[in-house]
């Protein structure tokens, strides 16, 4: 029995033979598909894909932001981790915030600085990572022409394109800010209003400025950005308004190309990049399920959710406690992912009770700041740390990201998350827009993981490959903030475990256990609510509906289906989102 309506949405499935795209946004994912059928591979269309969404969402991603690639080759059958997260400036140091106290509870931040310099302003910006991340991916797998494979994005920005229901929602949202803002109103706000996508043709967003970059990228490569002209600006405009991120600093950056982690799940193998982001505790979380007897348990029954929660739970404890940037900081890699330490965590969830309820009224990521629920050192091979307990950073709730998944025809595939949002941080008449990533360090002191110069921040970003007999069968991700974690996980196990399709196994209903209170989709039956809160859980009742980011991640997803030579495809439903193929 219903007594409330609500959403029963989905998307039709792609099924493809040659080669498959998707992209948050419609007319990135059109440019990707353009790509491969001009004989362009999962690369090329992937890195085309990318550079579109940062004239098409750059409240999503911008070319100053920072990300990560995996990429399957598939005459090799190499997989490699792209790493093009941001840095803190060479500058940057652990005194450079003025932290005010402890930040309100049930917030994002467990720290408050003045005038929020750590999160806007030019003592926010971290080195911009996101076109050298594309340009070196593309210079190392790509096929065609750089200039080629931003064609899409050149003319999607200097001839403007058509706005959708989701940007005009989120400009409008936007619109105190953008109005305060000259260089930005002029695009963003024509007519003195956010743009109109009805009726149709909607009003168009003109990034001239965004175009002329592009194009000298597509001449000159990252150096159009990180050199010359470009970095000369940035490094003036810093100097001008009391930033430390200097020219040296660009002119440093590399993104990092190296081998994923990779871990068992049942037969199969996950890969991730190596990089201080959500990987780690996605494979915690996976190592604690391969000890787990959830088999004959009905999916999505409270009895499967409870041990999901759980195993998410036990990761999220150690995620908050111990990780950070292990260039920098000693991190119990090895003792996190080792079976005999996932093994002790399985050990401790019980399926008649929770056992790892926070009682105060403070989110996980504080509490667990000077309280460590486990002890990873003790299966570790390095030394145990003298002092602090390596602390995490931090991300925005918002979730202000996006994803892209590429097969092609060879079954070269690509996994693609990248962030960054545009916002007062920008050079007017270049183009770039910067991000405030400072904000993923904790801002006061005396800790581990507070901010050091050339310091990678720790972000939830996780595109995921999984691998069977070393060619890839699933490639996913999502946006949605520290969320992306727990939805990936189930995400995978609706297609790993249960067999689903791409598209069903994206459209399912989802809990989110990354806070003190579970999340809970309000379409759950209510004795699954009531029978997960018998158990112990903090539930929290929310709406997924369409909207500018919503209560969960939006992930995507691609499986390869070797035998019938197949290509299959799954979306967000509740966003522009799109799967194409061919």
């Known amino acids: 029995m219903v007594l409330r309506s609500h959403w029963k949405a989905n998307k039709a499935e792609v099924v493809a033979e040659n080669g498959v795209v998707t992209a948050m946004q419609p007319q990135a994912a059109e440019a990707g598909l353009a790509i491969l059928k001009q004989g362009g591979n999962a690369v090329d269309a992937a890195v085309a894909i990318g550079f579109c969404n940062i004239v098409l969402e750059p409240y999503m991603a911008v070319i100053g932001g920072m990300g990560y690639m995996l990429i399957h080759l598939a005459e090799t059958g190499q997989t490699i981790g792209v790493d093009f997260n941001g840095r803190a400036p060479r500058q940057a140091h652990a005194g450079m915030y003025d932290v005010l106290g402890p930040a309100p509870p049930g917030g994002i931040n467990v720290f408050r600085t003045r005038d929020d310099a750590n999160v806007s302003g030019a003592l926010s910006i971290t080195v911009p990572a996101t076109c050298a991340g594309f340009c070196t991916a593309h210079e190392h797998y790509g096929r065609l022409s750089l200039a080629q494979v931003l064609e899409p994005a050149i003319g999607l920005a200097a001839d403007g394109f058509e706005t959708n229901w989701h940007t005009t929602l989120y400009v409008a949202n936007r619109m105190e800010a953008l109005q305060n803002d000259p260089y930005m109103a002029a695009m963003w706000l024509p007519n003195g209003r956010p743009p109109r996508n009805y009726p149709k043709p909607a009003e168009r967003i003109v990034q001239r400025d965004l175009g002329e970059l ?85 999916h999505n029954s409270a009895a499967y959710l409870h041990l999901v929660i759980e195993a998410a739970r036990h990761a999220f404890a150690d995620r908050f406690r111990y990780l950070g940037d292990w260039e920098h900081t000693p991190v119990p890699l090895q003792g996190l992912l080792s079976p005999e330490y996932t093994q002790q965590l399985a050990r401790q969830i019980t399926p008649l009770r929770s056992q790892t309820v926070i009682e105060e009224q403070e989110e996980p990521w504080s509490y667990y700041l000077d309280r460590a629920l486990h002890d990873p050192w003790a299966f570790d091979p390095g030394p145990r740390p003298d002092g602090v307990i390596p602390e ?61 110069g050339w310091k990678r921040p720790m972000n939830n970003m996780c595109p995921v490959m999984v691998l069977q007999d070393g060619r890839p069968v699933v490639c ?34 989802t809990v989110d256990a990354s806070g003190r209170e579970v999340l809970v989709d309000s379409r759950f039956p209510d004795n699954v609510v009531e029978e997960l809160r018998s158990l112990g859980h903090a539930v929290k009742i929310v709406e997924e509906e369409p909207g500018m980011t919503g209560n969960f991640a939006r992930p995507s997803a691609v499986t390869i289906d070797y035998d019938r030579g197949l290509l299959r495809t799954g979306v967000d439903v509740f966003r522009p989102s799109l799967a194409l193929g061919y």
């Open 476 to 509: 996913q991700g999502a946006p949605g903030a520290r969320k992306i974690m727990h939805r990936g996980v189930q995400v995978l196990l609706n297609m790993l475990q249960h067999g689903m399709s791409p598209q069903d196994a994206v459209a399912a209903l």
């Open 214 to 298: 592009l194009r000298r990228i597509a001449r000159h490569g990252a150096a159009a950005m990180y050199a010359g002209e470009v970095a000369d600006a940035i490094d003036a405009w810093m100097r001008d308004h009391g930033g430390v991120l200097t020219k040296q600093d660009l002119a440093d950056y590399q993104p990092i190309l190296g081998s994923p982690l990779t871990q068992d799940f049942r037969g199969r193998t996950l890969a991730c990049v190596a990089t201080p982001s959500g990987a780690v505790t996605n494979m915690e979380t996976f190592r604690i399920l391969n000890h787990l007897a959830f088999d004959d348990l009905e």
């Open 392 to 452: 995490p950073a931090l991300a925005a709730e918002a979730g202000h990201t996006t994803h892209i998944n590429v097969v092609d025809k060879d079954r070269n595939a690509v996994s693609c998350t990248h962030t960054g949002v545009f916002g007062p941080v920008h050079l007017d008449n270049t183009g770039v827009y910067l991000t405030g990533g400072m904000a993923w360090f904790i801002p006061l002191p005396g800790h581990p993981n507070s901010v050091a």
